[in-house]
């Protein structure tokens, strides 16, 4: 990495923002110091104050100039890349997430469902008492001195097998008495099966639930129909409703996917919010690029457009509401992940995976249903180490595109499923979700700068 290349800088939303890439520290900069840094890395002093001298008086570009020079000093600002060769990352293979798919069945029909309208590709299935238990028992038993372990419970749609999410949920609270161990749980949810009673049940006892819907009624029931192939938003977006009412300050997010037909998704985003939802997330499809609602290059442009245009609406409503979150423009830069963590993302395949109803173990929820991805099962534990040696050295350092992006460290080398999708190869990143985690990350900077700094 050049030295002029250890910083990332840009100018959004008022704000001119500068990105030590390395050490993570961002400063907000005057004109002046903004335009010293377009020299500064390749000329003396002598030379930037000759080039600047038109524009800015002697005594402030000195003074600027020797500022910047402190930061640097200090490892703020063109600071070292880490050295982690040879890093070893969770070499105890802890795992602390598990995805359990307690249905491959599904109500709904969504046209871009990665699990193929419920089923994954398969039969139609519904996970058993005994599977979910010792996909619970293996969390424990793998979870190493870690206390608190992530459950999901998801599908297809869980709540076709809601009687068995109770029945885990209260044997998971056994295993935390005997095991020191402590659940937060989840679930991903359409909706259509809400009702007042599994409502209380989701209230009293998930730590986050996960509504899915896609925004506007046009742009969900184009994409989200029934078994009969009607609309789904009439009969879903009352049932959200009453359970957000319901749930006071507990966690959720209102979820939706935007794809090729609704590149102008910060309305789906700004509907939601009108509806009362103030937690969302609108995230891109992870689809063939084949298919015709896919993301492709033609797209990239509106789509980074929408995401700056959407930035600007949301520091708005930011101002008058700090209730009001959009996923993708949260960002810690105080308390954030270690280097090792901030290199590998997810953890998918490691750290996470997620279980089939007959107990299979895979990656994530994106590869359920590629044999080539099997891992293992919840009865032998996981048996195909190279496929969790491979996800364990997809990180930055190990991806050719990856070693000198600006935003390495915040994407972390960003979707193995999308990588694969379209490239058949984890280890080679997605570039148009390449390009949309930058934008969302220089969004997101900007915003905490307006609402901030």
């Known amino acids: 990495m050049s030295y002029s290349d250890r910083i990332h800088r840009y100018i959004l939303n008022d704000k001119n923002i500068v990105l030590d890439i390395n050490s993570g520290a961002v400063h907000l900069v005057?004109?002046?110091?903004?335009?010293?840094?377009?020299?500064?890395?390749?000329?003396?002093?002598?030379?930037?104050?000759?080039?600047?001298?038109?524009?800015?008086?002697?005594?402030?570009?000195?003074?600027?100039?020797?500022?910047?020079?402190?930061?640097?000093?200090?490892?703020?600002?063109?600071?070292?890349?880490?050295?982690?060769?040879?890093?070893?990352?969770?070499?105890?293979?802890?795992?602390?997430?598990?995805?359990?798919?307690?249905?491959?069945?599904?109500?709904?029909?969504?046209?871009?469902?990665f699990a193929s309208q419920g089923d994954f590709k398969g039969d139609r299935s519904l996970m058993s008492l005994d599977v979910g238990k010792r996909a619970l028992e293996l969390l424990v038993k793998n979870s190493g001195n870690r206390r608190n372990l992530e459950v999901d419970f998801f599908g297809g749609e869980p709540l076709m097998n809601f009687d068995l999410v109770k029945k885990l949920v209260y044997y998971g609270r056994e295993l935390e008495e005997k095991n020191n161990k402590h659940f937060r749980f989840t679930i991903t949810t359409n909706g259509v099966l809400l009702n007042e009673d599994n409502i209380d049940f989701?209230?009293?006892?998930?730590?986050?639930?996960?509504?899915?819907?896609?925004?506007?009624k046009e742009i969900n029931d184009n994409m989200r129909k029934t078994v009969s192939g009607d609309g789904s938003y009439d009969i879903?977006?009352?049932?959200?409703?009453?359970?957000?009412?319901?749930?006071?300050?507990?966690?959720?997010?209102?979820?939706?996917?935007?794809?090729?037909?609704?590149?102008?998704?910060?309305?789906?985003?700004?509907?939601?919010?009108?509806?009362?939802?103030?937690?969302?997330?609108?995230?891109?499809?992870?689809?063939?690029?084949?298919?015709?609602?896919?993301?492709?290059?033609?797209?990239?442009?509106?789509?980074?457009?929408?995401y700056e245009k959407f930035s600007k609406d949301y520091i708005k409503i930011k101002k008058m509401d700090r209730n009001f979150l959009f996923f993708h423009f949260m960002i810690d830069l105080n308390q954030g992940p270690c280097i090792i963590k901030r290199a590998v993302g997810c953890g998918a395949g490691s750290e996470y995976m997620a279980v089939t109803p007959e107990g299979d173990l895979y990656p994530c929820h994106q590869f359920v249903g590629d044999e080539d991805f099997k891992i293992g099962d919840v009865f032998k534990g996981v048996i195909n180490i190279d496929i969790r040696e491979q996800f364990k050295k997809a990180n930055v350092y190990n991806k050719t595109e990856c070693r000198n992006c600006w935003a390495r460290f915040y994407c972390s080398g960003g979707c193995h499923a999308n990588a694969y999708n379209h490239h058949k190869d984890i280890m080679k990143p997605y570039e148009i979700g390449c390009e949309m985690e930058k934008k969302r990350i220089e969004c997101a900077i900007s915003i905490l700068a307006n609402l901030e700094g």
């Open 30 to 113: 005057d004109d002046l110091v903004y335009h010293i840094l377009d020299y500064y890395s390749k000329n003396t002093l002598e030379e930037i104050v000759d080039l600047l001298k038109d524009r800015y008086d002697e005594k402030s570009i000195i003074q600027a100039y020797r500022e910047i020079k402190v930061l640097e000093s200090e490892g703020m600002l063109y600071s070292e890349p880490t050295n982690l060769d040879g890093m070893e990352y969770n070499k105890d293979n802890i795992v602390k997430a598990l995805c359990l798919h307690v249905a491959h069945d599904c109500n709904l029909r969504c046209k871009y469902c």
């Open 202 to 216: 989701i209230n009293k006892h998930m730590d986050n639930v996960v509504l899915s819907l896609d925004g506007r």
């Open 236 to 306: 879903i977006l009352p049932k959200f409703k009453e359970l957000i009412e319901k749930r006071g300050d507990k966690e959720y997010y209102i979820r939706g996917t935007f794809t090729s037909y609704n590149i102008d998704f910060a309305k789906d985003a700004l509907d939601f919010y009108e509806k009362g939802f103030k937690k969302i997330s609108i995230e891109p499809v992870v689809t063939s690029p084949d298919m015709d609602y896919a993301l492709r290059e033609e797209h990239i442009e509106p789509v980074l457009e929408e």
